[in-house]
């Protein structure tokens, strides 16, 4: 990856300055319900700043991790795509900027038609510039020449404070008051597209890559188990933090895919049943199962006599949890039959099945997985959450896993299974536990809260 330009790292360290806002789940759903161009334009502008300012404390804190931990390769490798992912944000909202205070400058991305289209915006930039200088950091000379019109240079890009004022009371739902920047609104929402597109496929291997810098640390410190608890609380807020981003730029690009689910609004479904959703996660479970073992249990699935209503959800990240609790239950059931056959000796027959009952208790849903499988050690019980603790063989690490697809996916091996899926519950509200007899079998407890809303858990 090429070395980021000299604007990147002070801006790096403002951006990290500044506050994360959060925001409200029922705006996500207001907006998606009948998004436009202007309203798509305007989460548009906030978005490119907001995941700027989040990707700056995460970058900030990778700089300070302890033990040295910043010093892995992978966290070196990380670090870099934060930085570069912050770069083509704070540029995209810059050029939007640009353009929103002078009306002439046109739009870059239907300008950008070749050399000669972007050397005409970027001169008509430098020209609105000249005329308000106080608002740019410094103005080398020479910048006429298009070899020199780069967005990247400091000449172009505004004073941080001067960002910050106008971003920082931006709202995420509402219309673009610009007319001009609204005629170029599908010009601009396009390029935004390319760019969040770019951003998730950067970041797909981040959990496998932050996870291969923990194991890295472990074995390079044997004294200092990944489970320390500053360490886990770093991975906590790294992983909650890179959930709601993903989360934000998820639902932006959903709702403008052309084609779209029934009862979606971007990646919401107003209409989410826990029970399809359960068969679907618990299919595609045995089947990861399958791949490893051969074979896998039955699985039975529970349901009050008066059914299940449907409520407001994420239905993929329900699939998620609900997918990695079937697969670490699938796999407790085989291996303890597995000890009294022998490997690869399991006959479906003789499996416990795995039982998963659905209850509904007032405002929440209570998804209960159970397996009669090997259990887990009391003394082990509290570790389950943490993360990298497996009790798996460690697969070798591949970087092409993304760490929450089916595809790819190991039966066992990280140990982030169970802490992510507990970090999904819980950031809507909801949670994860267990109870667990050694030789017995495990319950896992998932708590849904119906038709939540509120604002996002940012906490930096
Ligand atoms: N239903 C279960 N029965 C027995 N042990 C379990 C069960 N669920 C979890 N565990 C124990 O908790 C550990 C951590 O589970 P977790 O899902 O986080 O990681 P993993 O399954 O080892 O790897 P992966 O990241 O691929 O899911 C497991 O390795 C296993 O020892
Ligand atoms: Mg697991």
């Given at each position: 990856?090429?070395?980021?330009?000299?604007?990147?790292?002070?801006?790096?360290?403002?951006?990290?300055?500044?506050?994360?806002?959060?925001?409200?789940?029922?705006?996500?759903?207001?907006?998606?319900?009948?998004?436009?161009?202007?309203?798509?334009?305007?989460?548009?502008?906030?978005?490119?700043?907001?995941?700027?300012?989040?990707?700056?404390?995460?970058y900030?804190?990778l700089e300070?991790?302890?033990?040295?931990?910043k010093?892995?390769?992978?966290v070196y490798q990380v670090k870099s795509w934060y930085a570069?992912?912050?770069?083509?944000?704070?540029?995209?909202?810059?050029?939007?900027?640009?353009?929103?205070?002078?009306?002439?400058?046109?739009?870059?991305?239907?300008?950008?038609?070749?050399?000669?289209?972007?050397?005409?915006?970027?001169?008509?930039?430098?020209?609105?510039?000249?005329?308000?200088?106080?608002?740019?950091?410094?103005?080398?000379?020479?910048?006429?020449?298009?070899?020199?019109?780069?967005?990247?240079?400091?000449?172009?890009?505004?004073?941080?404070?001067?960002?910050?004022?106008?971003?920082?009371?931006?709202?995420?739902?509402?219309?673009?008051?610009?007319?001009?920047?609204?005629?170029?609104?599908?010009?601009?929402?396009?390029?935004?597209?390319?760019?969040?597109?770019?951003?998730?496929?950067?970041?797909?291997?981040?959990?496998?890559?932050?996870?291969?810098?923990?194991?890295?640390?472990?074995?390079?410190?044997?004294?200092?188990?990944?489970?320390?608890?500053?360490?886990?609380?770093?991975?906590?807020?790294?992983?909650?933090?890179?959930?709601?981003?993903?989360?934000?730029?998820?639902?932006?690009?959903?709702?403008?895919?052309?084609?779209?689910?029934?009862?979606?609004?971007?990646?919401?479904?107003?209409?989410?049943?826990?029970?399809?959703?359960?068969?679907?996660?618990?299919?595609?479970?045995?089947?990861?199962?399958?791949?490893?073992?051969?074979?896998?249990?039955?699985?039975?699935?529970?349901?009050?006599?008066?059914?299940?209503?449907?409520?407001?959800?994420?239905?993929?990240?329900?699939?998620?949890?609900?997918?990695?609790?079937?697969?670490?239950?699938?796999?407790?059931?085989?291996?303890?039959?597995?000890?009294?056959?022998?490997?690869?000796?399991?006959?479906?027959?003789?499996?416990?099945?795995?039982?998963?009952?659905?209850?509904?208790?007032?405002?929440?849903?209570?998804?209960?997985?159970?397996?009669?499988?090997?259990?887990?050690?009391?003394?082990?019980?509290?570790?389950?959450?943490?993360?990298?603790?497996?009790?798996?063989?460690?697969?070798?690490?591949?970087?092409?896993?993304?760490?929450?697809?089916?595809?790819?996916?190991?039966?066992?091996?990280?140990?982030?299974?169970?802490?992510?899926?507990?970090?999904?519950?819980?950031?809507?509200?909801?949670?994860?536990?267990?109870?667990?007899?050694?030789?017995?079998?495990?319950?896992?407890?998932?708590?849904?809260?119906?038709?939540?809303?509120?604002?996002?858990?940012?906490?930096?």
């Open positions: 990856m090429p070395p980021s330009p000299s604007w990147v790292a002070p801006r790096l360290a403002a951006y990290a300055k500044r506050t994360p806002r959060p925001v409200r789940f029922e705006e996500m759903l207001k907006f998606g319900e009948r998004p436009s161009q202007s309203t798509l334009l305007q989460a548009a502008k906030f978005l490119a700043d907001e995941i700027s300012v989040r990707l700056a404390h995460r900030a804190e300070t991790l302890p033990y040295g931990l010093e892995m390769p992978a570069e992912s912050f770069k083509d944000l704070v540029e995209f909202y810059n050029v939007i900027d640009a353009h929103r205070r002078n009306p002439s400058l046109g739009c870059k991305f239907e300008s950008e038609h070749g050399i000669q289209g972007m050397g005409s915006w970027f001169s008509k930039l430098i020209g609105g510039a000249r005329g308000r200088k106080e608002e740019f950091d410094v103005l080398p000379p020479g910048l006429a020449s298009t070899a020199a019109l780069d967005m990247t240079r400091p000449s172009v890009m505004p004073a941080v404070n001067q960002v910050s004022a106008e971003a920082d009371g931006l709202p995420y739902f509402g219309q673009c008051q610009s007319p001009h920047l609204v005629n170029a609104a599908p010009a601009y929402n396009k390029q935004f597209n390319t760019i969040l597109k770019r951003i998730v496929d950067r970041h797909n291997p981040v959990v496998v890559i932050v996870g291969k810098g923990v194991r890295q640390l472990t074995q390079s410190h044997p004294y200092l188990p990944e489970h320390h608890p500053e360490v886990q609380s770093f991975l906590n807020r790294f992983h909650r933090n890179r959930v709601g981003v993903r989360i934000l730029i998820g639902h932006h690009l959903a709702l403008q895919r052309q084609h779209r689910f029934p009862h979606h609004i971007g990646i919401v479904c107003t209409r989410t049943s826990v029970v399809d959703v359960a068969s679907e996660a618990s299919v595609d479970a045995a089947e990861v199962c399958e791949q490893s073992y051969g074979v896998s249990p039955p699985v039975e699935i529970q349901i009050p006599e008066g059914g299940v209503p449907d409520f407001v959800y994420v239905p993929s990240h329900m699939h998620h949890i609900i997918f990695e609790i079937c697969k670490n239950a699938m796999r407790a059931v085989v291996e303890k039959e597995e000890t009294r056959v022998g490997r690869g000796e399991a006959k479906r027959k003789d499996l416990s099945p795995v039982v998963i009952n659905v209850q509904v208790r007032g405002d929440d849903i209570l998804i209960r997985v159970s397996d009669k499988g090997v259990g887990i050690p009391a003394r082990e019980v509290d570790r389950a959450f943490q993360y990298a603790y497996t009790t798996a063989k460690q697969a070798p690490i591949d970087p092409d896993f993304h760490g929450s697809e089916v595809d790819g996916a190991p039966m066992a091996g990280y140990g982030y299974g169970l802490p992510l899926s507990q970090l999904y519950a819980r950031y809507f509200k909801g949670d994860l536990t267990l109870q667990s007899r050694e030789g017995l079998g495990t319950d896992v407890f998932f708590t849904v809260k119906r038709d939540w809303v509120g604002d996002e858990p940012v906490l930096m």
